[in-house]
């Protein structure tokens, strides 16, 4: 494996340093090559190599370039990209369902590239808990089996883990359908029982790979709205795949962009539809509802009270002009969560704001 | 021209050679350690002689209650359950029931162990792709070679009689439990075993809960055809000494009793119809939950 690992640190090490049991994910440098022989062409990859020379010329494909995150703990962290992106390769790394070749990835203390075989089985085990495109439900277990899976496999008790997989089968809406079989449900029902299945494992580390994706559009929002709901009261680190940009901004408290295997643009959704970093990228947000997107507080002006009602300085534009239009006023200002307030913002910033850029629309 | 009109071969000289070669040489050994050998098998044929008694010696209501009984846990049917208890009365009140017992007292034998050997060769073979790529051709020869050939050296090695003729049954009905667990492991999704993997399952854990339960309807199958083989195969090991229906049938053959081969055939046409019946419908049973009931 890499040169860069540092095999000092133990795969598994003290309490983690983040309080409330949550887990911040760091990845740093992370190269993944497929092919017979990737340890041979990385050194030129990482010189700079294209994607298309390591295809073309050396029969390899480039999984991975030079992949740098942070996620932050009790955060969503969203991963974004289109097909062939590299995005569900990148969430395979974090619990090593796919090797790297060469990068360092830390879940809290621990080193997860460092550990055994049997310390990763407990890292998996204990430490996360998955959630797949396709649910991967097991057929010939019923809902409550699936569910208790997770437990199942750490050899909980068996009255334990019913317990626990009844609370979260309730909580996915699902009560009445424990004894019925995954093909016997919908898709967003399945989906229902996959996410209890992760919950029920009560893992710091939930990971969303295009949980949503094969699901219809109501059933998408219904589904988004349950998982922001239960992260309010877990504060887990989620990790969400996506190629849907709305469910990106929707669900993200800090958003990847990711393009051909290397991340193109990381940020808040805002940053991102505020300045997008390149072409690709503001094509990529030109048909996005500003207004559900950017917050008051980057918006207003700091210091100035004016006339109006107050607004919480985290409500996105689109609710602050509802309040205003109700109010019948021009301004409102802007407060923090305790209500002190900061500063203020005008409707037409607001409509301003919501417009898309002219040079923007032209890319 | 002439040359291509005629095959070359070894001469005639040299063939026998050749022959006298081999089987002198397997005559020898099995001299040398075909009572070893016998000893070996001694477990199983204390297990056949058991098997054999339990059946003919136990009240004939008690073994077709019995047999019922299983017919129905198995089929949940009262159909194939009524079906099989027929069956068994008109073979009995034809005077056929010693040797209907035997016969299903070998099969059994013979199932039990060709699953004790099959299924753990079949799971090896899922998991090591060469072992598949070595075994494979065996089985291959194990279900074409006419099996009166390998009759011959199971003889010379242990003699006429029960042992031998099992031997020659589970060789001849083994492959297709074997292939079956083999395909049905192979078969079982990725992406389940990809989500078993991200739930920290170990190897033991992914085999006995995900992979094993997806491949046994597949399994089933196989487990049904090894009986069907078995059973076909009970008839021509008659020829070495095993007992039960197949006996008659040679009778019949040589005496050219049209009435008596009749009545036998007919009666592994029977037994071989509930076995069938019953495994199939066990193994439909076992698919249920993979219905898709919502579209």
Known sequence: MADNLNPASAAKAGPDSVPGNAVNISIKHLYKIFGPNPAQHLAAVQQGMSKQELRDVHGHVLGLRDISIDMPAGGIQVVMGLSGSGKSTLIRHINRLIEPT?????AGEHNVLAMSPRALRHFRRERTAMVFQNFALFPHLTVQQNTEYGLQVQHVKHKKRQEAAARWIERVGLK?????????????????????????????????????????????????????????ELGKTIVFITHDLEEALRLGDRIAILRDGEVVQQGTGQQIVLKPADDYISSFIKDVNRGRVIRCRTLMTPGVTVDGPSVDAGLVLEEVARVLSAEGKDAANVTNSRGKPLGSITMSDLIAAMVPPKAEEAT | MRTLAEFPT???????????????????????????????????????????????????????????????????????????????????????????????????????????????????????????????????VMQTMPSFVYLIPVVMLLGIGRVAGMIAVVVYAIPPVIRFTNLGIRLVSKDLLEAADAFGASMWQKMFKVQLPLALPTIMAGINQTIMLSLAMVVIASMIGVQGLGQPVLKAIANQYFTMGMFNGLAIVGIAIIFDRVSQTYGKRLQKHLEVVHG
């Open chain 1, 176 to 232: 009445g359908y424990e004894d019925s079989y995954p093909n016997q449900l919908s898709g967003g029902m399945q989906q229902r029982v996959g996410l209890a299945r992760a919950l029920t494992n009560d893992a710091p580390i939930l990971l969303m790979d295009e949980a949503f994706s094969a699901l219809d559009p109501m059933i998408r929002s219904d589904m988004q709205s349950v998982l922001l709901d239960l992260q309010q």
């Open chain 2, 10 to 140: 070894l001469g005639t000289e040299q063939l026998s050679q050749l022959r006298r070669f081999i089987d002198g040489g397997f005559r020898s050994f099995s001299r040398e350690y075909g009572e070893t050998l016998e000893r070996l098998f001694d477990p199983l044929r204390e297990f056949l002689i058991f098997s054999e008694r339990l059946m003919t010696q136990s009240p004939w209501p008690v073994v077709i209650g019995a047999i019922a009984l299983i017919a129905w846990l198995a089929s949940r049917s009262w159909k194939i359950t009524l079906g099989t208890v027929l069956t068994l009365l008109a073979i009995g009140y034809f005077g056929m029931w010693i040797d209907t017992m035997k016969t299903i007292s070998m099969i059994f034998v013979c199932t039990v162990v060709a699953l004790a050997l099959g299924l753990p060769i079949g799971i090896a073979m899922s998991r090591w792709d060469r072992l598949q790529r070595a075994i494979n051709p065996v089985l291959d």
């Open chain 1, 102 to 106: 060469a990068g360092e990835l830390w």
